[in-house]
Nanobody, 114 residues
Framework: VQLVESGGGLVQAGGSLRLSCAASGFTFSSYAMSWVRQAPGKGLEWVSAINSGGSTSYADSVKGRFTISRDNAKNTVNLQMNSLKPEDTAVYYC?????????WGQGTQVTVSS
């Protein structure tokens, strides 16, 4: 299993970023995928998930601002982040849960300046 995130960066409050996670080594279309973030000095926070059928769920903190999507032809899961706030600053990880085990990407840094 390999998960590679991209798309992070520095953006001003109110701006947008689109994160992508390229997946390989498993049958991508069969599994739910999640985004999880970790802010400086804090624990992991679940952000959003999309199941194999395309149903989505969001943390209350991002609902209405973030949109998760998947492209099974390209084995990618995306996170469109709009109306970003300084409290969204974190390392964002793509996560797969398969066979009782969590698989993580290396993470991508998102920094939102006020």
């Amino acid at each position: 299993v390999q998960l590679v995130e991209s798309g992070g960066g520095l953006v001003q409050a109110g701006g947008s970023l689109r994160l992508s996670c390229a997946a390989s080594g498993f049958t991508f279309s069969s599994y739910a995928m999640s985004w999880v973030r970790q802010a400086p000095g804090k624990g992991l926070e679940w952000v959003s998930a999309i199941n194999s059928g395309g149903s989505t769920s969001y943390a209350d903190s991002v609902k209405g601002r973030f949109t998760i999507s998947r492209d099974n032809a390209k084995n990618t899961v995306n996170l469109q982040m709009n109306s970003l706030k300084p409290e969204d600053t974190a390392v964002y990880y793509c996560k797969l849960f398969r066979g009782g085990e969590n698989y993580w990407g290396q993470g991508t840094q998102v920094t939102v300046s006020s």
